[in-house]
Structures are given as C-alpha cells and as structure tokens.
C-alpha cells in the first residue's frame, strides 16, 4: 500500500554523521547479526540500525540519540514504480547473503522485479565513529522509464518525528504545512537536514551520484506518516505538473510531482551518508535576554526560510502558495539572510541571483518581476517558458531596483568580491534601464502608467493603482543606488560610481520637496505621500506606512522634526486602535484609487496588515524609540506562538490571520531585531556592530556565523563587545570588527577602513575608551601567560603630525605620523589590564 501511494526505491542508508564537539568521546562501532532471525543491528554512539534481510532488504528501525525515528515494516528501502508494476527491496526473488567485518556489512543479490525486469543491487554499509555510509551498486536488465523512483525512500515514524528538513541550498521542507494526507513537496536537493527543536535530534542525509542528479520529496502518507524520498537521475527531475509549465513543486492529494525519468541498463552506483548533529548547538543564537528566545529561534528557523521554494527560485511567497510565485520585487531576500545566518541560504541565494541575471532580465534590462508554477497571474502572452512574468495588475517597477539591492546586500554578507562583479554588468544595467525613466530630469523615475484611472498597479502593493512618479519604487531606487555606488567604488569604476551618487542625490533632493513642488512631502498631512499623478495631483496622502519607513530607514529623510512628526503620528495610530503591528496604511485610500474591492476601509491592501515591513520598520524606530520597535518585535513573537505565522496577512478590524499565500516576509521584524535593534550588520570587509538595544535586552549574547567564524556579540547599554576565539573587542558606539588569524582590525564608527589594526599571535581583548584624530585611548589585556610581541598600525591621523605613545600614562616614546596619517609602533601583551594612550602633540 505504501509502494502504491509513495514510490521507494533502493535503501539509501548513508553515513550517519555524528556532530560532536568533545574528542574525548569515544564512540563505539556495534555489528550484531541475528542470523537465524535475519537481522542484523548496528551503529555508533548516536545511531542504531536494525537492518533486516529475510527475502527482503530494509531498515525497520532507526534510532537518533535514542529517539525512535524510523521503526515498522517498511522504513528504508528501494523502490522503482512502472506505468503498470511497483517493485521494491521488501519483495525479494531469492535470499541475499550477508558478510560482515569489523566495521561493515555488505548485502549481495538483493534481486527483485519480474521477468519484464531484474533489478539487483548491492549495499555496504561501512560504520565509523563518526557516521554510516551505504555505497550502493544497482544494475537494471534493461531500459526504463520510470514513473517514480525512490533510491530510497524512508517512511518516518510520524510527522512529528521531525518539524522539518533543510535543504542543501538553503530552503526548508515544513512539515507543519502538510496539513493534508498525500501532501508532497518535491526539490532539487542532495541533502537534507532534519531536524526537531523540541528534542534537539538532528539527521542529515547527503548523497553522492557522480555524474547523475539528485533531487528528494517529502510527503505525508495515507498512513500520516512522513515519505522521504531520493531520487537519482540522468538529468535533472522535472516537475510532473502543471501541464505546460512543469514548475509546480507542491502538489495535493498525491504523491508524483516528478516527472517520469528515463533509467538505463547496466551498472550505476551511489551513497548515502547519514550523520547525527545537535540542532540546538549548531542552530542555537546564544543567550536573548528580554524577547523569548525560542520564538525568535522558531521564526528565523522556519518563516523566514519558507519562501525559498527550490534551488535557484528564492523569494517571498512560499513553496506552499497555490501558484507558488516569487516577487522578484521584494528587496528584503537577502536581507533575511542577515539573520537566517547560514552559509548554505548565502551560497544559494548566490546561485538563485546568478540564475535571475541570466534567465530574469529582458533584452533592455527590465527585470521581470514575478515567477510562478503556473502562468494564471500573468498578462497576456506576458511571460516567458522559464517562468517569469508581468503581473496581470500592472507593471511593478520595483523590481530593478530590488534586483541591485540583493546583490549589493548578500555581497556585504559573502564578501565575495569575484562574485559580485559578476552581476556588475546586469546590476548596472537594470539601474540604468529605470534611471532612464527620469524623463522631466527631476530626479524622480516615472511609471509606465501616467495617471490611477488606467487602473494599474506599479509596486509590491499591486492592487492600488499608484502611477506616474511612484514614492515607492523612487525610495527602493535611492537605497540601491547608494548600496551600488559604494560597490561601483570597490571595482574601481569611479565614472559609475559618481553617475549613481548624483541621481541618488537628486532623487533625494525632489522626494523632500513639498507635493505643490513636485515632491512626495504633504504639509498638511505631515506624511510622504505615495504618488504623484502626470498631471501633479497628489495621491495616497493616507500615511502609507512602508513609504514612510523606507524614508527614513534608507535616509532619504534626514529631517529629525519630519522623522519624529511621522513616527510619533502613527504610534498615536496604533495605541488608538491596539494594533500588535503596523498595517500598509493607517487611513484609507480615496476611490478609484485602488482595485474595487479594497473598499470599504480597510480591506486587503487597503489597510490590512501585512508584517512584510517589518524590517524598515523596526529600523525607522530603533534609532528614534528602540522601546517602540521592540514592542512590536514582541508582538509579532506572541503572534507566532499562536498561530505560527503562517498566513498572508492579518484583517485590521479582528486582528486575525488570513490567505493562503504565505509569506516568509512575515519573518522580517524579527531580522529588524538583528539589524536594527542588536544592531548586527555584516559588511564585505568587517563586522560592523551598530545597536539601538533597550535595558530589557542588557546581558543578551548573539552567536553569530560570519566569514567561518563563530562570533558572540555582547550587549550592554553603552557597552558591546565582538569576540572570536582570539580577539575580543569592546566599545561604547557603533564599531567595525574583523579577526583573522593573528590580526585584529578595528574601525571607529562606520568608517570602510580600519582605524587600528594589532598583529599578534596572542589572544587578546581590547576596549576603546576614546577615539579621534588627536586623542585615541583603549585598555588590553591577555589571556597568556607568556608576553607576546604586538604590531601596532593606526591609521587616519594627521599627516605628518608628532604623537606620543603612553602606557599607564607614561609616555614611552614620541612618534611622527607618515604621510598617509598612519603610525607603526611595537609593544607586547600582559594579563594585567594596561591602557594605550596615543595622543597629537
């Protein structure tokens, strides 16, 4: 019954891979075969293997650091599916034989199918200390086409044995939205992490087909048990559905999303490695004082990793949407990745933005800007055979400037110099294509639509009918202008560089002008509008929230009287009607200017809430009110403790999840904690550490990935601190971090280059007490005995200036500054606490 629903192909059993962070465990390897039962039980210190070969061959038990995850009468085994027969590892033609030594097991003539087809394969399973790895060797009698193939498949226990699995690209299969019997999510994967918070149980699975393609399912059986399938292949798995399309990677009431694959004859080969790991260790952020951690752990671990639907398709909307789309008009992708902090979301967004320049861009350099299964949501004739389209509301120009804002964002997270001038030409070119737009020269680009009766939409907020100069997309357009530019300088192109950072200036200067002026500011609403119509009449003067935010959180108001009118307006907003987060706008939108069914106020679009704005947010008030943005952190947190987030949006009349669409945006006020609140910035050549923390969250200590380092970031009032496992560096402001090995480099405030940079092999920790051109002051100490030798290089004095150079207020020598305004000076490590003084004599 379960060959029929669930296609299992051959026991991929692999290396079970113990994480372990103490050598001083010793694991042992166990192999005890049972043969007058025909069972034979194995493993290490973390996993235990019963393996059963009467007639049959499969695993039906597994036990994860003593957790009950696999255990039945099916459990891991083969499977190949037909048009008319099903054939599998538990119906063998004749016995296998058996052979052990100290640390394997090989299973010869494991031979099943009919005379229409022989399959025989052979399992070896070598055991080590560390994990348990299946090398497979599989010869079909002849060619195939298979419907399904499962190399293996395993059926877990429940689907609570695991809350769910990441992908080697970053993305996650949550078993909490298989919410239906025969839910089936199918990617282009060749490992799997599973995993489960409450029980801190990790199992990966990788799998190694040289020359082959990997791709995995997941699906919750007739039997509420969870299918989890391999499959390998000549070429890549393509979706069985939809007709036409072949993109639907999600399906309903049956378990074939693939299509049916071509399988040879003759010999092929592959492994699984199956290894344990402690999800809490290698998942955990530290110690969150004053916001639940769990919560904030649950939301970065699931929502904010959901709208990554398969390897190269990364975006908003979730793998579980009916027509699965991704906007690639939502600037915030790479943003999540900020505090997803994993490398393999890095590394494959990388590959998705790599995969968007080729296939995303048109010949002029528009960027389509939606992706989908299928092409229900698009303009006539509007679409291409990859996938993407225009959105049958209109024209939604933000997704060039979006494009260019990930790009920029994920290279200051990778640091990957190589790869960000890969996408130099495409970024250019999508920025030039909508600079172009500009066509009065006043700064301000325009839409296609001139005016909101042609009824068509021109951003993320699709359905209101913003036209000619849009405040929306001009305010994503200066924030990637000015990520661009600062990228532009980096690859030594200063023509760029300059043409970038005037239009951001003049865009700048027209979006501060009062509306009678041709600007976005309304004097008597006190708010930044949302457009400007052809024939200058002022719209959407409602206090649109995310126009506001992206206006002060990208800069663009520097106004501290407009910035405190905006904000203290809608905190008034929100006490009045007890909102737990902040809706796309506070008042309606007049008639006409959005979709009919917007109105009455609020309605969807019209007033709703939807917490895809979260980050901006969180980052307009962190700097003016962190009580303020941490409250409504808070709020969405509690909210998640509820419902799990899993909604498209919230009504603002009950305050009540609603859609289906689900959206990983739902996640951003929790990276707006990371960002704005801890103040937790990764930047291409430094970690820069700019917090806008409350009491509540005083003691709080973030573990953070970055550049393969682990990194634990201290937070104080008035006080934070960066450490790896030599450097410790401690200040009062916001500063820039970088340790490599042996060398420590510090940047006063938010400057590109490092103020001081110390070489030595010692651990050290050093506090800045006082840092200017005239008077620079910090404490260091070290944790070795022994003294070791200390290279001092500060950098951005004055030039050719006399210094002295003091310890514990004893001036040791007098130094002159060369002419770049730099100073070298020797001196060596204590554990007493000693204060450095250099100070402009």
Not at 20 to 46: H, M, P, R, V
Not at 213 to 241: C, H, N, W
Request: proline share 3%; glycine share 6%; net charge neutral.
């Amino acid at each position: 019954m379960i060959i029929k629903t669930r296609l299992p192909l051959i026991f991929f059993f692999a290396c079970y891979c113990i994480v372990s962070t103490s050598n001083s465990l010793a694991q042992s390897i166990k192999i005890s075969n049972d043969t007058k039962g025909k069972k034979i039980e194995f493993g290490n210190e973390k996993m235990t293997v019963t393996l059963d070969y009467d007639k049959k061959v499969n695993v039906s038990s597994l036990l994860i650091n003593g957790q009950q995850v696999i255990e039945g009468d099916a459990g891991i085994y083969s499977a190949i599916k037909t048009s008319n027969r099903s054939y599998s590892t538990l119906q063998l033609l004749s016995q296998p034989s058996v052979s052990t030594t100290s640390n394997t097991i090989k299973i010869s003539g494991i031979t099943y199918g009919d005379k229409a087809l022989t399959i025989n394969e052979t399992w070896t399973f070598t055991i080590s200390s560390a994990n348990i790895k299946l090398s497979m060797d599989r010869s079909l009698s002849k060619a195939i086409v298979a419907e399904q193939v499962a190399l293996p498949v395993f059926i877990f226990t429940n689907m609570e044995t695991w809350e769910g699995a990441y992908q080697d690209y970053g993305g996650l299969a949550w078993f909490y939205l298989f919410n239906k019997k025969l839910d089936t999510y199918g990617v282009h994967s060749s490992s799997s992490q599973f995993w489960n918070s409450k029980t801190g149980n990790g199992l990966s699975v990788s799998v190694s087909a040289p020359g082959k393609q990997v791709g995995m399912d997941y699906s919750r059986t007739a039997e509420d048990k969870l299918s989890y399938t391999i499959a390998v292949a000549q070429k890549e798995l393509e979706p069985r559905f939809d007709s036409g399309t072949h993109r639907r990677r999600f399906i309903r009431d049956r378990a074939d999303v693939w299509a049916p694959v071509k399988m040879s004859a003759g010999k092929t080969s592959q492994s699984v490695t199956l290894g344990y790991f402690d999800f809490k260790e290698q998942y955990g952020r530290g110690k969150l004082v004053g916001v639940n951690e769990d919560q904030v752990n649950a939301v970065l671990n699931t929502i904010a990793r959901i709208g990554v639907i398969d390897k190269e398709h990364f975006g908003g909307n979730s793998w579980h949407t009916p027509y699965g789309p991704i906007c690639l008009h939502e600037q915030y992708i790479a943003q999540m990745g900020l505090a997803i902090n994993d490398k393999k979301y890095l590394k494959g967004y990388q590959q998705c933005l790599d995969f968007y320049r080729d296939n995303a861009f048109k010949p002029d350099g528009r960027v389509w800007p939606r992706w989908a299964y299928s092409n229900e949501d698009a303009m006539p004739k509007g679409f291409t055979n990859k996938g993407f389209y225009e959105a049958q509301w209109g024209y939604l120009l933000d997704s060039n400037p979006d494009f260019v804002t990930n790009v920029a964002e994920l290279f200051d997270q990778t640091g990957d110099a190589a790869w960000v001038k890969t996408q130099q030409q495409a970024c250019e070119k999508a920025l030039d294509w909508i600079i172009k737009r500009d066509s009065n020269h006043n700064g301000l680009v325009e839409m296609i639509t001139d005016s909101h009766t042609q009824k068509r939409g021109s951003d993320w907020i699709d359905i209101i009918w913003a036209s000619y100069e849009n405040a929306f997309v001009n305010a994503k357009l200066y924030h990637a202008l000015v990520l661009w530019a600062a990228i532009e300088k980096q690859l030594g192109n200063a023509g760029k560089q300059n043409y970038y950072e005037q239009f951001a200036t003049k865009l700048k200067t027209s979006f501060n002008k009062p509306t009678t002026a041709g600007g976005f500011w309304d004097e008597q609403k006190k708010c930044y509008i949302h457009w400007l119509d052809k024939d200058g009449s002022a719209h959407g003067n409602n206090m649109v929230t995310p126009v506001n935010f992206m206006a002060i959180a990208y800069g663009i108001c520097d106004d501290d009287a407009r910035t405190k009118t905006i904000l203290d307006d809608i905190e008034v907003q929100m006490q009045k009607e007890n909102l737990f987060f902040w809706p796309l706008c506070l008042y309606t939108y007049a008639p006409g200017e959005g979709n009919d069914w917007q109105f009455p106020f609020p309605n969807y679009e019209n007033g709703d809430i939807f917490l895809s704005w979260g980050s901006v947010a969180v980052k307009a008030y962190a700097a003016y009110k962190p009580e303020l943005a941490l409250k409504y952190v808070k709020n969405v947190l509690a909210q998640y403790a509820k419902d799990g987030l899993a909604f498209q949006r919230y009504a603002r009349a009950k305050q009540d999840g609603q859609g289906d669409d689900i959206l990983s945006g739902n996640s951003l006020s929790v990276v707006g904690l990371y960002q704005g609140i801890y103040g937790i910035n990764p930047l291409y050549n430094r970690f820069y550490l700019d917090p806008h923390i409350t009491k509540d969250l005083e003691g709080t200590e973030v573990k953070y990935n970055y550049r393969n380092q682990k990194l634990t970031i201290d937070l104080a009032m008035d006080k934070y601190a960066v450490s790896n496992n030599q450097f410790k560096l401690l200040d009062k402001s916001d500063f820039g971090f970088y340790g490599s090995k042996n060398e420590l480099l510090y940047f006063h405030g938010n400057s590109e280059v490092a103020t001081l940079k110390i070489a030595t092999a010692a651990n050290l920790s050093v506090e800045i007490k006082e840092w200017d051109k005239n008077e620079m002051i910090w404490t260091q100490s070290s944790k070795d005995i022994a003294s070791h030798q200390l290279i001092y290089q500060v950098n951005d004095l004055n030039p050719n200036s006399t210094y002295s150079f003091s310890i514990n207020n004893s001036i040791i020598k007098r130094m002159t500054s060369n002419s770049k305004g730099q100073l070298v000076l020797p001196y060596k490590t204590s554990t007493n606490t000693e204060e450095i003084k250099i100070s402009k004599i």
